[in-house]
């Protein structure tokens, strides 16, 4: 990776993408927004100013890249306006890939997110890259599938592409907050906490810094090209529950619930679907054809972020 070019790269996600690149790329460039402050972390990165719906804006950018790296999106609040999340998730994936096409970039990176196969379920099932999309019907989800779907779509000897889907994110010292995560916490601190029995509901995470490094082996592994890869991690709600209390140290009790019982709360309450998830995602794929394997791993990185939640006074 001589040239290497970079959207998103002010999130979560993308911050870790820069620490991990520092060591293998030449030049990194950054795609920010006309006024968004550049970070501190960015040294040595060249930033280019522009916006994904504005094709002229992105010339300059990526002119004389070999590999693109796009992660930028509307996440969370800012999607929620179904038009702005077409503009930007789905037109302007599709400005990059018309532009990574025209200079003749070598490979083009998409990060996507499990949320195309559908975040959580009911049923009792690992959930792997054959799966059919069913996502829900929320802007986010939606676009990043026609988002996928429109990369997925191209011609890999034309551009070379890779995938990579993730669950919620876990992002340690360059965290932001997690519905999600935020959502078991504010239960921990409760001091009540659902105890499954009789089946188990997961949890599927995946710390930023190992998303970071698959993106990176997708971006020169040769047998990436052309395909998707989930990168995902999952332990129990009763172990979660449990690493949170640890973290916060606090003491919590535990309610026993039949699994029937969380899932039947669910169906009448969707947001109670997070705490009956019996959903996994499977990361074989990405172990067995890249040899890939997280180096921080889940607990750790639920350590690393529940730590800056406290430092933050979030937690």
Known sequence: MNVVAVTGAGGMIGRHLLEALRSTAGEVRILLLPAEPVPDCFENAVVHR???RNPEELRAF???ADTVFHLAALVGKDANDAAAAQAVNVEGTRNLVELSKAHGVRRFVYLSTCCVYGLHGLDDEIVDETARYAPLDHPYDITKTRAEELVAGEDPARLPWSVL???VVLGGPHTVTKPNL???IRVARSGFVPHTVGDRSWANYVYAGDVAAALRELGTHPLAVGEAFI??????LNDLFGQ???ELAIDVRRVPL???A???ASRAHSRLAILANRRRFSSEKLRSRLNFSPKVGLEEGLRLTISHYRKAGLA
Do not use: N
């Not at 990168?231 to 129990?236: D, F, G, P, Y």
């Open 262 to 264: 969380l899932r039947a």
């Open 231 to 236: 990168c995902s991690e999952t332990m129990t």
């Open 258 to 260: 039949p699994g029937f």
């Open 165 to 167: 889907q993730v669950p």
């Open 50 to 52: 522009g916006d994904l």
């Open 244 to 246: 949170i209390a640890k």
């Open 62 to 64: 990526i002119d004389g």
């Open 182 to 184: 935020m959502a078991h």
